[in-house]
């Protein structure tokens, strides 16, 4: 009666990895308990959650690295994994909610969320012309939530011009408006498999952790552009930040708590410095 605050099902995306291949689960390392699962196993994956009363799903592919390009042009293909992946989770659970990463990680052969010049620099209206592609493949396989994750300057409002004008104003834009350069992403990109290819960092695009101004201004600019929420990421080390844009903007906030933080809590409860279900609450 008195707490302030609860936790349910209802508050939560899962987030599901998807491999290529046939009745495929590919347990992942370095995040225990978690798996990449062929398109045509995701859907009961998806039928699991909703029987929990998770209302969304967030999609990450790990796509073959014979399809990854300094061009990343898999992330147009709309029989790629992620579309494909969509439809089959639509046409099986069609009540759930489906999220779809909009980034070039997953399909660039430096591992870079843009693409890069001889120097290696990310070229931010290039990039964004491929994203706003990307988002309307998504869009047009289903896809409920479009959320751009590469933190690139100016690209929801091109993504929310592109829907509108496509016809897809019912979809929905989560904007990774807050996304800090952090080392806890090592498992995911281990599960998305471009772990082993990123070239130099990505500090010119993501956040400095020493930075919460700048946090304010880079969320206030993607809802000026059209973004509906807001996420940011990481969750437990920047909860002053997930704080300070709550009260600023007043505007649904989501966190992400990734997967360096899920291996941290995984690997203290197996040294025994905690029970695992304690913990994660």
Known sequence: MLAEHRLHPSDFILPMFICEGSGCEEPIESLRGVSRWSVDRIAERAKDAAKLGIPCIALFPNTPGNLRTEDAKEALNPDNLICRAVRAIKDAVPEIGVLTDVALDPYTAHGHDGLV??????????????????????AQAGADIIAPSDMMDGRVGAIRSALESEGHCDVAIMAYAAKYASAFYGPFRDAVGSGGLLKGDKKSYQMDPANALEALREVALDIAEGADTVLVKSGLPYLDIVRRVKERFEVPVFAYQVSGEDAMIEAAAAAGAGDRDALVL
């Open 117 to 138: 010049d001889e120097r290696g620099c990310v070229i931010t209206d290039d990039t964004v012309a491929i994203l706003v592609e990307q988002s309307l493949v998504q």
